[in-house]
């Protein structure tokens, strides 16, 4: 069983697959944490990467790659990224969003950030990481066709949304 929860800064992806993997006694891998660990690997912050990988397409190639590949040999996992719905052949796909406000109170409360400084740095990551996959993958991140669920995070827990996925998987 190999699911992937996608969703921008903030929506509660990693949270909900952390919840879903412990439910389902499976792994859970973060692509996120994979940019996170390969922006610290360069001393640069994640939005600070982010910009550099504009100009490298290698960075993305290379999640893109290392999530599919943990992904295929696992066989069971629930794997959160921004893009692993379009790189991972899953049985599950879904698509967690929230309000900008709501997605940037919860990077303030993970990263100690101003919510201001929160929201400033969501718009600009989430413009480049457009830019970026359009430009590379010619994904539209705005186009949700790929996803089998799309919830609104603001509207339930993780604990909820797990709950969901796992009504989801009886019927599929």
């Known amino acids: 069983m190999i699911i ?7 929506s509660g992806t990693t949270t909900a ?6 439910e389902l006694g499976i792994p859970y891998l973060s692509t996120g944490a994979i940019f996170r660990d390969m922006a610290k690997e360069h001393g ?3 939005v600070e990467f982010s910009k550099f990988a504009e100009n490298n397409t ?7 790659k290392r999530q599919a590949d943990i992904a295929h040999e696992s066989g069971n996992i629930v794997v ?3 893009l692993s719905a379009y790189f991972i052949e899953a049985d599950l796909k879904v698509w967690l969003t929230a309000p900008l406000n709501v997605r940037a109170e919860r990077v303030h409360d993970r990263e100690s950030k101003s919510i201001e400084q ?3 740095e969501i718009k600009i990551r989430e413009e480049s990481e457009a830019s ?3 430009e590379i993958h010619g994904i539209d991140v705005y186009d949700y066709d790929i996803y089998d669920v799309v919830l609104n995070s603001n509207s339930f827990s993780p604990k909820s949304i797990s709950q969901i996925i796992l009504n989801i998987l009886k019927v599929i």
């Open 118 to 120: 929160a929201a400033s």
């Open 44 to 46: 640069m912050t994640a």
């Open 58 to 64: 290698d960075i993305d190639k290379e999640i893109d």
């Open 80 to 82: 959160e990224g921004r």
């Open 132 to 134: 970026r996959y359009k």
């Open 4 to 10: 992937t929860i996608g969703g921008p800064a903030g």
């Open 17 to 22: 697959a952390k919840v879903l993997s412990e």
